[in-house]
């Protein structure tokens, strides 16, 4: 009983990786490389919503800065789905 389980151990990482705005592809390749079982996390949407509002600012993207996004996301091993349900949302000034 001195060791923590791995489950343990996943959802731990998961989380803080999770924290950091990281994809659940990200975090599931970084949980398979340290060999620990997966771990489902819920809110790559928000991550999503947030990473874009940090990088291009809260207002309506232009079709161009739409491009720079979905690139930039998908990059970070993001969902075309998930990307595509954030960019097309309508936005506040």
């Known amino acids: 009983g001195w060791l923590t389980p791995e489950e ?3 959802e731990r990482l998961a989380l803080s990786l999770a924290r950091r705005h990281k994809s659940q592809m990200y975090i599931n390749g970084q949980l398979r490389k340290r060999q620990l079982p997966r771990v489902q ?3 790559e949407l928000e991550s999503i919503r947030h990473l874009v509002e940090r990088k291009f600012g809260t207002g309506e993207l232009s079709f161009e ?3 720079k996004a979905y ?3 998908k990059y970070r091993g993001f969902k075309d ?3 595509r349900q954030v960019l097309n949302e309508k936005r506040e000034s």
């Open 41 to 43: 996390v819920d809110d």
């Open 81 to 83: 789905s998930a990307i």
């Open 71 to 73: 690139r930039f996301l």
């Open 8 to 10: 343990q151990i996943a």
């Open 65 to 67: 800065e739409k491009g």
